[in-house]
């Protein structure tokens, strides 16, 4: 298992929660400034002793790395074991834009073990995201699974 993003930049968490085997990506909104760079958004989530796996900027496409696939993620609202926590630093929903760095990620996460499928689907108001059942999960409203995923990249809805 590839327990580190060899794409990603480092800024290493300052602790984890624990040993984990990932089975579920949780997509989730960094509700940062999106002006914030993904090194910076990290280095505040180290500060609140909030680490996630990658810090993404599907605008940039600036991935940041802060705990290998193999150790448990602690974003506050989220800290699921068996997970890999991807913060989503940008506006949303992100899926709209050009998602750049988005194949590197996608490949990453197929590496770990994580099957390209959405259990529950898109995230809607009033439906909790969060399964146990391997896969992806989002906690951001207004995201296009299908995209993410890869499909319609050929035509010319790029990702990077």
């Keep these: 298992m590839p327990t580190w993003m060899p794409q990603a930049q480092r800024v290493h968490a300052y602790t984890d929660g624990g040993a984990q085997t990932p089975t579920r990506a949780f997509w989730i909104g960094a509700n940062l400034d999106s002006s914030y760079s993904a090194v910076l958004a990290a280095r505040l989530l180290n500060a609140s002793v909030s680490p996630v796996h990658l810090v993404w900027d599907p605008m940039e496409g600036d991935v940041v790395q802060m705990?290998?696939?193999?150790?448990?993620?602690?974003?506050?609202?989220?800290?699921?074991?068996?997970?890999?926590?991807?913060?989503?630093?940008?506006?949303?929903?992100?899926?709209?834009?050009?998602?750049?760095?988005?194949?590197?990620?996608?490949?990453?996460?197929?590496?770990?073990?994580?099957?390209?499928?959405?259990?529950?689907?898109?995230?809607?108001?009033?439906?909790?995201?969060?399964?146990?059942?391997?896969?992806?999960?989002?906690?951001?409203?207004?995201?296009?699974?299908?995209?993410?995923?890869?499909?319609?990249?050929?035509?010319?809805?790029?990702?990077?």
Excluded at 111 to 119: E, K, L
Excluded at 136 to 146: K, R, T, W
């Design 67 to 160: 705990l290998p696939a193999g150790r448990v993620g602690l974003y506050s609202a989220h800290p699921r074991k068996g997970s890999i926590q991807i913060l989503v630093n940008g506006d949303a929903p992100f899926t709209a834009g050009p998602m750049r760095g988005l194949p590197d990620i996608m490949s990453w996460l197929r590496g770990v073990g994580i099957p390209d499928a959405f259990p529950l689907g898109p995230p809607v108001p009033d439906r909790p995201q969060g399964g146990r059942e391997p896969g992806h999960y989002a906690f951001i409203e207004g995201i296009d699974c299908e995209r993410i995923l890869g499909s319609g990249l050929a035509d010319g809805a790029r990702a990077d």
